[in-house]
């Protein structure tokens, strides 16, 4: 019997290219020269593995430099038209679909209303699924183009097969995408113990990964926006209710059961305010879009959340209880943020979700203020607190990541139940 803790050859040559095109993809255009400086292999084996990625259709040519004294350089990067990925917000009036290539751009989009169902769980899962045969349809590919479907939802995702990453993985570490076995538990939409993937899958054949909006918001950040070169940072949500991504190590810190992150449901005040999770004193009930809105009390009736915070917004310029109200709010954020600084030490905090960029730019300064005053004095002067910078779809960009990392990651090896590995790249119109 072979020794289960030896790498073969096999693991070697995907750890080759897996390392040479997840390098291509954020660093890219590169050289060969610079791949084989940048990743310590030798010319023959940089010659080899670029030459299969350039073969599957994984990896083209972007042009050429100037080299001293010789030929030129050929540049290489990641083949955006490879194939497609798309990203699903469950939000909290809306489900999201979007469309991308493989350079994230987007390609076509669906905004569905959740209307008078709610999150009623079968209703959610027949939006995505219209939605994802909407955006297919729009961009007039197929469904065979897509390398998976990631979805952000609120709440706890339980991946159910003892995999600690979103669609679980085999023995040898590369995610399957299967999402059968995901359980969602979300107390403040009324989910409890969603067999959530399981639904999903009756409905679609392709790649399936799932995982808390919060964690593909911070998957996003860190990724492309305000976290990016950040080993340590926490990536905050503030929408109609509050989350958290925590990155340790350069990696999202789950906890035992994935439930780590939930940050709007730490206690702000003991006995206060009631929260949408039935506990009182929550930081989402003084902070959320929703409660925010609630405290005012004098948002038009009939508007959306985004409209009400409009109106707040305004309404602070001329009004000197709404002024107190959004100031109340910022000590309130900023004592939130002292306990993120004082229990994770990270290097960066970031603001995000639509309700933190409305919010966010005019409470920034007063943020700050109140998490020096409230966080240890050393950790928090390591600490630098920012805006998101990929705007309010950004957990949607976030729900795309997760297909797109399996394929770095498994260094681009079918999707397919049934695999075989294409001869030609999607062209992306």
Known sequence: MADRGKRTVRDLRRGNRSALLRHLYFEGPLSRQELGRDSGLSAGSISNVVGDLIADGLVEEAGSVDSDGGRPRILLRVAAGYGCVVGVDVGET????????????????ADLPLSDSGHDVDHVVRLILDGLSAVVRDAGISESDVLGVGVGVPGIVEQGDGANAPGGTNGSGVDLGSGEGIVVHGQTIGWDAVPFGRLLRAGTDLPLYIDNGAKTLGQAEMWFGAGRGAGSAVIALLGSGVGACVVADGKPYRGATSSAGEWGHTTLQVGGRLCRCGA??????????????????????????????????????????????????????????????????????????????????????????????????????????????????????????????????????????????????????
């Open 94 to 109: 809306r489900v999201r679909v979007e469309l991308f290539d493989l350079a994230l751009t987007e390609l076509a989009a």
């Open 280 to 429: 009182r004193g929550c930081l989402e009930a003084y902070v959320g879009a929703e409660a925010l809105l609630e405290r005012w009390g004098r948002a038009p009736e009939g508007q959306s959340e985004e409209a009400g915070l409009t109106a707040l917004l305004a309404a602070a310029d001329q009004d000197p209880s709404a002024a107190a109200l959004l100031a109340e709010t910022a000590e309130y954020l900023g004592a939130g943020i002292a306990d993120l600084i004082n229990l994770f030490n990270p290097e960066r905090i970031v603001i995000g979700g639509w309700a933190g960029l409305m919010i966010g730019p005019r409470l920034l300064p007063a943020v700050r203020e109140a998490a020096v005053a409230y966080a240890l004095h050393h950790p928090c002067a390591q600490t630098s607190i920012e805006m998101g910078r990929l705007g309010p779809d950004a957990v949607t960009v976030g729900a795309a990541t997760l297909p797109l990392a399996r394929l770095l990651d498994s260094g681009g090896a079918p999707w397919n139940r049934n695999p075989t590995v294409r001869e030609a790249r999607l062209e992306v119109r």
